[in-house]
């Protein structure tokens, strides 16, 4: 009985499991197949590991208007880190800033992007961009840095500046 139990379970979820996969890998050639006639990826073929840099941004509607926010994570990520990290660098900071300006034209050119932005039923989605293959997919938005806690403990050198004063 136990054994049924935990077969019908397992089976159950992989069923549903499968079905989740198969419905995100489905939207993402959706997003892929509006956004590519849009997007410029072609032309980025000449740099070197291109594949390796994958822009993320989250894009979501605006209220009450059909355009579409587009926000470069990997930047604004970048800008928040620098303010408690000032010497922090992003790998390829340029090319990042380029890639971000050919997603975000390509994004409010797409026609039909703000329906499927609302089909999907989150406020903001979270996309990456491969410039390499010309695919496009829904990711989590990770959440923006934080400072280190260690930063603030005794012995980082911000206890000894006050001390000192």
Request: with cysteine; hydrophobic share 40%.
């Amino acid at each position: 009985m136990f054994l049924k139990v935990v077969s019908t379970t397992l089976l159950i979820f992989l069923i549903a499991s499968k079905t989740v996969v198969s419905q995100t890998t489905a939207i993402n050639a959706e997003i892929s197949s509006l956004v590519r006639p849009n997007w410029e990826f072609e032309s980025f073929w000449a740099i070197p590991r291109i594949g390796d840099t994958k822009p993320r941004v989250a894009i979501s509607l605006l209220a009450g208007k059909k355009t579409i926010n587009v926000r470069c994570l990997d930047l604004e990520y970048l800008e928040i880190k620098k303010t408690f990290k000032p010497k922090a660098k992003l790998e390829r900071e340029f090319l990042h800033k380029i890639m971000c300006k050919s997603i975000n034209r390509a994004l409010q050119n797409t026609v039909g992007l703000g329906q499927l932005v609302t089909r999907i039923g989150m406020e903001e989605v979270g996309l990456r961009f491969d410039f390499l293959n010309g695919w496009i997919q829904i990711i989590k938005i990770p959440e923006p840095p934080q400072p280190v806690k260690e930063m603030h403990d005794k012995g980082s050198g911000l206890d000894l500046h006050q001390q000192n004063t």
